[in-house]
Every structure is written in C-alpha cells, then in structure tokens.
C-alpha cells in the first residue's frame, strides 16, 4: 500500500491578521494536504516551511516585500491577490515567485496550486474580475469593496493618490473615484478622518512595519 504523502507546510504572510486568519480558515478543511502556518507582519525562518502564499493586500511596496520574502525565507512563493492587471502578475513572475493565484479560486484550487509549485512547476495565470473574491479583508462587513478597502489601507500607511496609482496599477482619476466611494460608505469627508475611521475598523497592521522580518 503506498504512504499518504506529507502535508504541504504553508506559510500564509500578511500584514493585516484578519487576511491571514481568513486564509488559513478557508484551507483548513484541506489540512490533509496542507498544514497552514499565519505570519501577520512577520516571516517564517529560513527553511521553516515549503510554500509561502503571499498574500500583498494593503502593503505600500508589494515588490519590495516579494523580494525580501524571497531572501529571508529562502522557501517557494506564491502570491495570492486579486490578479486586475497583466504587468502586476508578471511582476511578481519575474522578481522570482513560483505563480501568481487569483483570490477567485476556490480552496481546493489553492491547495492544488501549492502543490503544484511545491512539486516545481510555475503557474500563471491571467487577470480575473474580483467581484466573488473570497471575503476576508479589512472593511468587508462595513461593506467596502475589496478595491476600496485596498485602497484605504495604502490611505493609512500615508501614501500619496499617485504612489497609490503605481501601487496598484490605476489611474489618478480610477484611485480617486475608489476614494470617494469609499468615503462614502464610510460617511467622511477628509483623508484625516478616513485614516481615524481604517485604524478603528483594523486597517492597521497586526505589526511594527520595522519589525518584519526576523532573524
């Protein structure tokens, strides 16, 4: 009788603890295939795991976190995140991440493709709609979209209309139609007020940002 292979050991790696915590709820049911691990804000150590699945929502520099997940861990990266445009996919791609997964997938879908790139295979995949992503992001029971409430994460950690444009890929006038949206759903007129209204309802990191990664 052949052996059940081992579960994958997955990291899930987030600054914000209800993203990871949301992550690692929806493979819990799959823990035969994968033993699931949270890091908000933090890393695991260098050969600690198999898989990182990198979840980039609400951080300033995803590039640059992509990288510095890259070299401290040492481990395979997947990033898990909503897959709007073509650069963005193909950016994580080239920085060295084993595939970029959109959060339209089912839970069974993500644990099929950790095993995929744990086993060494690279998988692609082109931009979805967001629009039945699994919810579990800051501001998803104040009914913020997951755009908006992406958006008003970068708000938070003090970026500018325009860094948050490269950041995620839009148009100073798509991030500022976001942002008024999101305003108003949020019933404030002011970025002061928005960033006083994303620190009470958790859009501030589970983390020091200084305090990252570890030794």
């Not at 993203?19 to 699931?36: E, K, S, W, Y």
Request: hydrophobic share 40%; with cysteine.
């Amino acid at each position: 009788m052949p052996s059940t292979p081992e579960p994958v050991l997955v990291a899930v790696v987030n600054d914000y603890p209800i993203v990871t915590a949301g992550v690692a709820a929806l493979l819990r049911p799959l823990r035969h295939r994968v033993r699931v691990e949270e890091f908000p804000g933090s890393l695991p150590p260098r050969g600690g795991v198999d898989v990182v699945l990198f979840d980039p929502f609400g951080h300033p520099e995803p590039e640059v976190r992509l990288t510095e997940i890259l070299n401290h861990t040492g481990a395979t990266v997947l990033v898990y995140g909503w897959a709007r445009e073509q650069d963005q996919i193909q950016a994580a791609l080239q920085i060295g991440a084993a595939g970029f997964l959109s959060k339209t997938v089912r839970a069974e879908e993500i644990v099929e493709a950790v095993e995929a790139v744990h086993a060494g295979q690279i998988l692609t995949t082109e931009p979805t709609d967001d629009s039945e992503a699994m919810p579990a992001w800051p501001g998803d029971s104040q009914g913020l979209t997951a755009r908006e409430s992406e958006i008003l994460s970068l708000i938070v950690a003090g970026l500018s209309n325009k860094e948050i444009a490269e950041v995620c890929y839009l148009s100073i006038n798509s991030v500022k139609t976001y942002i008024r949206t999101a305003y108003r759903k949020m019933g404030v007129q002011t970025r002061a007020r928005a960033v006083l209204w994303g620190v009470q309802h958790g859009f501030e990191p589970g983390d020091d940002p200084a305090t990252r990664v570890e030794d």
